[in-house]
């Protein structure tokens, strides 16, 4: 828990995104369980 990562994600369609330092709207992002919508991750692109 509260642990930090550098990754990487390869997604089934393109994404529209701005680098966090240039726009902090659209330069991060959160991740959601889909079973139980709880929040399971956040993070920015560089």
Known sequence: MN???TVSFKLNKP???????NHRTNGSFI???SQSNNTVG?????
């Open 42 to 46: 956040a993070g920015f692109i560089q």
């Open 3 to 5: 642990d930090m990562a």
């Open 15 to 21: 994404i529209f995104y701005d680098a966090f330092k």
């Open 31 to 33: 991740l959601i369980d």
